[in-house]
């Protein structure tokens, strides 16, 4: 966030992904009642069994719904444990 404040870009970050040879590690930004950022989720997906496109529609859909505590990522891909409450 400090290297998009530095190059004076005027956007924000939506999610971070760090693809490995057998995981996909996805970091979903959560934005305060102010519109702060700080909080995030983080999803650990196996490649093999995991549907990117499906896991980070379902993180988006779960920022836009405030009043949903969990999520089960079984509904992305399979074999991946769900989040904790």
Same mark, same amino acid.
């Given at each position: 966030?400090?290297?998009?404040?530095?190059?004076? !870009?005027?956007?924000?970050?939506?999610?971070? !992904?760090?693809?490995?040879?057998?995981?996909?590690?996805?970091?979903?930004?959560?934005?305060? $009642?102010?519109?702060?950022?700080?909080?995030?989720?983080?999803?650990?997906?196996?490649?093999?069994?995991?549907?990117?496109? !499906?896991?980070?529609?379902? !993180?988006?859909?779960?920022?836009?719904?405030?009043?949903?505590?969990?999520?089960?990522?079984? $509904?992305?891909?399979?074999?991946?444990?769900?989040?904790?409450?």
């Amino acid at each position: 966030m400090r290297t998009m404040e530095s190059l004076r !870009l005027d956007d924000s970050i939506e999610d971070i !992904l760090i693809t490995l040879r057998k995981q996909c590690h996805l970091s979903w930004l959560l934005k305060s $009642s102010r519109n702060e950022q700080g909080l995030f989720r983080y999803l650990v997906l196996d490649r093999q069994k995991a549907n990117l496109a !499906l896991a980070r529609h379902n !993180l988006r859909q779960i920022g836009k719904r405030s009043d949903q505590l969990s999520w089960d990522a079984s $509904s992305a891909c399979a074999g991946t444990p769900a989040l904790p409450e």
